[in-house]
């Protein structure tokens, strides 16, 4: 019923940036929080950055100063502006929406598919 595509991931040297984008679609009323997680290899998937629908922000402290987090509430997307980025901040990144479903009663979780995100020394 509601669908996040993410994109923007891919290959980077060490001190490079990318930026991260995450469209919701479907049956939404309003979006709540929105964040971006982090998976690595052999690791359990991690809080990176989160934002509330008025847009307070926080960060895990290993991306504090060089990851920006941000939402267009119009288009229902979110973006991890992800900048310095050093070989520990390679993984899956996956975003995450909690929406106020427009053909229920209720707030559901939902994620997306994940994005790679490797960055090279």
């Known amino acids: 019923q509601v669908q996040l595509v993410e994109s923007g991931g891919g290959l980077v040297q060490a001190g490079g940036s990318l930026r991260l984008s995450c469209a919701a679609s479907?049956?939404?009323?309003?979006?709540?929080?929105m964040d971006w997680y982090r998976q690595a290899p052999g690791k359990q998937r991690e809080l990176v950055a989160h934002?509330?629908?008025?847009?307070?922000?926080n960060y895990a402290d290993s991306v504090k100063g060089r990851f920006t987090i941000s939402r267009d509430n119009a288009r229902n997307t979110v973006y991890l502006q992800m900048n310095s980025l050093k070989p520990e901040d390679t993984a899956v990144y996956y975003c995450?929406?909690?929406?106020?479903?427009?053909?229920?009663?209720?707030?559901?979780?939902?994620w997306g598919q994940g994005t790679q995100v490797t960055v090279s020394s």
């Open positions: 995450y929406a909690n929406v106020v479903s427009s053909l229920k009663v209720g707030a559901y979780d939902y």
């Open positions: 934002i509330t629908g008025g847009g307070r922000t």
């Open positions: 479907g049956y939404i009323a309003s979006i709540n929080a």
